[in-house]
T-cell receptor, first 112, second 116 residues
């Protein structure tokens, strides 16, 4: 079974802090994704990566950056956290675009 | 631009009755369509997909979905609902995002409540 793990289930940070969210997949998938999920808005794509050291902006990249130094790991970085970044963050991976994405359990981030 | 619409925020159905969760899409070219389910405080789980072939797709947990090209719909169905099917359901369509890469566009989700 594919396993996607995220470093924290719950995280509380202060405004202005730099925040790192880590995601690791164990199935040698090429593609990895970061989404945020907000009530009534569904899932919105922040960034994705289809290869090591490659990244593409999604629909809402502002205020975020990413890093993919190894194939299995994809990190989301909030350079200076703000209260409007309080959300559920979901990481996903897939073998290719023809195949389904596998999701991690999510990180619920609260910025105070 | 690609889009997915789930016209119902919530669907209520009695246990044992058939259920339908609706999804319509708009995309250029041939659609790749997916359904996911999310249980409380969990990530999304893949249910089924349509890429090509038969219009009726069978998936996990007894779910199926019918692809209708003329109506641009991909409704999720189950003949007999269980209380344990209560969850949030997302429809998604694959769309080309440039430079040879693709992304999924998700609907806003439909909350399914199965009443005992």
């Amino acid at each position: 079974d594919v396993k996607v793990t995220q470093s924290s289930r719950y995280l509380v940070k202060r405004t202005g802090e730099k925040v790192f969210l880590e995601c690791v997949q164990d199935m040698d998938h090429e593609n990895m994704f970061w989404y945020r999920q907000d009530p009534g808005l569904g899932l919105r794509l922040i960034y994705f990566s289809y290869d090591v050291k490659m990244k593409e902006k999604g629909d809402i990249p502002e205020g975020y950056s990413v890093s993919r130094e190894k194939k299995e790991r994809f990190s989301l970085i909030l350079e200076s956290a703000s209260t409007n970044q309080t959300s559920m963050y979901l990481c996903a991976s897939s073998f290719s675009s023809r195949y389904e994405q596998y999701f991690g359990p999510g990180t619920r981030l609260t910025v105070t | 631009a690609q889009s997915v619409a789930q016209p119902e925020d919530q669907v209520n159905v009695a246990e044992g009755n058939p259920l339908t969760v609706k999804c319509t899409y708009s995309v250029s070219g041939n659609p790749y369509l997916f359904w996911y389910v999310q249980y409380p405080n969990r990530g999304l789980q893949f249910l089924l997909k349509y890429i090509t072939g038969d219009n009726l797709v069978k998936g996990s947990y007894g779910f199926e979905a019918e692809f209708n090209k003329s109506q641009t719909s991909f409704h999720l169905k189950k003949p007999s609902a269980l209380v344990s099917d209560s969850a949030l359901y997302f429809c998604a369509v694959r769309a080309y995002s440039g430079a040879g890469s693709y992304q999924l566009t998700f609907g806003k989700g439909t909350k399914l409540s199965v009443i005992p």
